[in-house]
């Protein structure tokens, strides 16, 4: 079982910039793949940014060149750095991680809000 704590939401101006981090209750470092989900108000949750074992990313179009996902395996964190925030970004951002085996192949975090407003 991994426990996945998410943190660093907020209320943010546009333009402004947060960091959210994900927590894992293991060692994060042969987990197969972490990842950012969010989910806006009457949409489907959507991929925003993934990192894979091999350290390879890969973000959505809207957020490329805004944000960046990164990891810290000393710490079992997974972070997301959003700079240059709209008003569209807002939405509940969510933690996946898939660890290397055993049931259920994935976990998710409870999530934390984020608001993009003047």
């Known amino acids: 079982q991994v426990h996945v704590v998410e943190s660093g939401g907020g209320l943010v101006q546009p333009g402004g910039s947060l960091r959210l981090s994900c927590a894992a209750s293991?060692?994060?470092?042969?987990?197969?793949?972490m990842g950012w989900y969010r989910q806006a108000p009457g949409k489907q949750r959507e991929l925003v940014a993934g990192?894979?074992?091999?350290?390879?990313?890969n973000y959505a179009d809207s957020v490329k060149g805004r944000f960046t996902i990164s990891r810290d395996n000393a710490k079992n964190t997974v972070y997301l750095q959003m700079n240059s925030l709209k008003p569209e970004d807002t939405a509940v951002y969510y933690c996946?991680?898939?660890?290397?085996?055993?049931?259920?192949?994935?976990?998710w975090g409870q999530g934390t809000q984020v608001t993009v407003s003047s």
């Open positions: 996946n991680v898939v660890p290397p085996s055993g049931s259920p192949p994935d976990y």
């Open positions: 990192t894979s074992s091999g350290g390879g990313t």
């Open positions: 293991t060692s994060i470092f042969s987990f197969l793949r």
